[in-house]
Nanobody
Framework: QVQLVESGGGLVQAGGSLRLSCAASTRTVRNFGMGWFRQAPGKEREFVAAIIWSGTSTYYADSVKGRFTISRDNAKNTVYLQMNSLKPEDTAVYTC????????????????WGQGTQVTVSS
């Protein structure tokens, strides 16, 4: 079993930055592709970013490309999401997930999920 715990969410003004962290309970996660998803009130969960096990390849949703950066530190069993130039429409619960696939934008491909962390961007 892989347990994932997110941290780093909070309230920030538009244009500001936050860095989310996702800590895994086991080093097994080093072999997994990792992703970040978000869900705003009244909306479906959407893909944000993904990274392969080695960290050498990443993929982003068009809505965050150029503003968000996903990275990982396998020595710490942790994945990060650096969010810059935040907009009110980025407000959502952000959740990290682990997949045994190399990488995926499809939430159905992820076997393990964290509880999520709230990000609120004020205008």
């Amino acid at each position: 079993q892989v347990q994932l715990v997110e941290s780093g969410g909070g309230l920030v003004q538009a244009g500001g930055s936050l860095r989310l962290s996702c800590a895994a309970s086991t080093r097994t996660v080093r072999n997994f592709g990792m992703g970040w998803f978000r869900q705003a009130p009244g909306k479906e969960r959407e893909f944000v970013a993904a990274i392969i096990w080695s960290g050498t390849s990443t993929y982003y949703a068009d809505s965050v490309k150029g503003r968000f950066t996903i990275s990982r530190d396998n020595a710490k069993n942790t994945v990060y999401l650096q969010m810059n130039s935040l907009k009110p429409e980025d407000t959502a619960v952000y959740t990290c997930a682990a997949t045994s696939r190399i990488m995926s934008v499809n939430s159905n491909d992820y076997e393990y999920w964290g509880q999520g962390t709230q990000v609120t961007v004020s205008s």
